[in-house]
């Protein structure tokens, strides 16, 4: 028999769009894998299949045994519910993907959204603000909202009670965006239902955490991060000394936002925080024409500094060929070096008031697992998804789910509520009773056998310390003190910050 030599085999063709989301959702809910390891570990490996084959291995070497991905099933029951509630997955790097949003080191590798697409490609300001906000904060707030959204400005805020409420219904004829602290169909609080009914019509929602996600503590400083990721600036027309707003100007801080501020009387508790970042460098708007002077609106060809970085990252990224900005190794922009970069306080002290008690900045960072380093040879250019990437879900009515009001926290623990039965003080004599040792130490955490770890921990604390820095400071080969940062990263030691920062635990 004449063997063909010859014979052709039928094109490999490339992953559908549903498939391609299918597998980054896969991804990114994952165990111990957030966004800023979900971008490394695709720019460690190619692709989002890739990384997720990758990922069990690249959990064994650094410690964790029995490691699964996220399940297909999972997965697809998420993409059904988006698909229930009229929302669509918006992919990171995807044409729908918001361009400023992409910008920074630790965007959403997904987005769920409800509404007008089209808003989240147009320039947009963020205005927040306190929650128990007065009369004069909320006057404030709808006209600031209307006069930029007359001059073509989107207004993006987190949906709360407030300032936030009162700008999103002053916007709601121009453009605003709503970002949600959970799901995007979860509403929260239940008395901006009819807001969130109006915006899902003439406005955007959207939400990197999951279908039907109640929101939680700690969701809420990372949303704020999408908040001010959105816009060119950040307005705080009202806000406390310890408030959630300031976890938001501190986030347009760090990713090169301008930072704008509304002054309010001295003795008013409800201006300490905005007359506090004017007193440390934050532009003082009495109106819209102080944020029009900022920005220059609405000629963006001549934006203000902060706002030409957004613009060449957003090219950048657009760019064909060239490196994605979201990179976690990306150098974050540069920001100017003033008293506010030390003084802003952080999401640990920021409790606003009336609004669930945001948790520290290291909850919204990864859990940590980014892959072993690779070697210097080129790594393989990032899989961009075709065009219409995203689109996985259809426009039928969405499904609104009320969240039920958080009952405020008592300062007891459950034990000791009321019927509990009454703990006893031991006798006089008795011996004292020995706290056991699994409440001081993790069972399940290896030891640290490797001297480099007990090194890398001991030039680690409180303060966030440069990942290059560490390289320097152990003078070991660059590869080795990567995966040990990878390994301390899993067991949960060491804490990832964007700009390529650790903190140890």
């Known amino acids: 028999m004449v063997q063909d030599w010859f014979s052709s085999h039928p094109p490999i063709t490339p992953p559908t769009a549903e498939e391609d989301g299918l597998t980054q959702l896969r991804l990114i809910r994952s165990a111990r894998v957030g966004p800023s390891t979900f971008h490394r570990l695709i720019d460690a490996h190619g692709s989002a299949q890739a990384a997720l084959d990758a990922l069990p291995e690249v959990a064994r070497c650094a410690g964790v045994r029995d490691y699964h991905p996220c399940p297909e099933a999972t997965a697809l029951r998420e993409i059904d519910a988006g698909r229930a509630a009229g929302a669509r997955l918006l992919l990171h790097g995807s044409p729908e993907y918001p361009a400023a949003l992409a910008a920074i080191s630790d965007a959403p590798p997904v987005l769920w959204a409800i509404g007008q697409q089209a808003l989240?490609?147009?320039?947009s300001v963020a205005l927040v603000g306190a929650r128990n906000a007065s009369s004069l904060g909320t006057r404030m707030a709808r006209r600031l909202a209307e006069g930029l959204g007359h001059h073509g400005i989107v207004i993006t805020s987190g949906l709360a009670r407030g300032i936030d409420a009162a700008a999103h219904t002053a916007a709601l004829p121009t453009g605003t965006v709503a970002i949600m602290a959970g799901g995007v169909d979860m509403v929260y609080p239940t008395e901006n239902m009819p807001l969130y009914e109006k915006i899902t019509e003439t406005g955007l929602l959207l939400s990197e955490q999951p279908m039907g996600m109640a929101p939680q503590a700690r969701h809420f400083p990372r949303r704020n991060r999408i908040v001010s990721g959105m816009a060119l600036a950040?307005?705080?027309?009202?806000?406390?000394?310890k408030s959630g707003s300031l976890i938001t100007a501190r986030e347009a801080l760090d990713q090169g936002r301008e930072i704008m501020a509304v002054p309010g009387h001295p003795v008013d508790g409800r201006a300490a925080g905005c007359n506090r970042l004017i007193r440390e460098g934050a532009t003082l708007v009495r109106g819209v024409e102080d944020i029009r002077a900022v920005l220059r609106l609405p000629d963006t060809a001549a934006l203000t500094p902060a706002a030409n970085r957004v613009a060449a990252r957003m090219e950048h990224t657009r760019a064909p060929g060239a490196r994605p900005a979201h990179s976690g190794h990306s150098t974050p922009p540069p920001v100017p070096a003033t008293a506010r970069q030390a003084q802003l306080p952080t999401a640990a002290a920021a409790q606003e008031a009336g609004d669930s008690a945001p948790a520290a900045r290291s909850n919204r960072t990864d859990k940590g697992m980014p892959p072993p380093p690779t070697p210097q040879a080129a790594q393989p250019p990032r899989a961009t998804p075709p065009q219409g990437t995203g689109n996985v879900a259809t426009h039928a009515p969405p499904r609104i789910t009320h969240v039920p009001e958080a009952p405020e926290s008592t300062g007891r623990s459950q034990k000791h509520s009321a019927g509990a039965a009454p703990v006893s003080a031991p006798p006089p004599g008795a011996p004292a009773k020995k706290r056991p040792q699994h409440a001081q130490a993790r069972p399940d955490a290896p030891p640290?056998?490797?001297?480099?770890?007990?090194?890398?921990?001991?030039?680690?604390?409180?303060?966030?310390?440069?990942?290059?820095?560490?390289i320097r400071d152990l003078a070991a080969p660059a590869a080795q003190v990567l995966g040990a940062i990878v390994a301390l990263e899993l067991e949960g030691v060491l804490h990832r910050h964007p700009g390529g920062l650790l903190t140890r635990r």
Not at 120 to 123: I, L
């Open 234 to 241: 950040v307005v705080v027309v009202e806000a406390a000394e």
């Open 120 to 123: 989240a490609a147009r320039p």
């Open 448 to 470: 640290l056998r490797n001297p480099l770890h007990a090194r890398l921990l001991a030039l680690t604390g409180a303060a966030p310390v440069a990942e290059d820095q560490l």
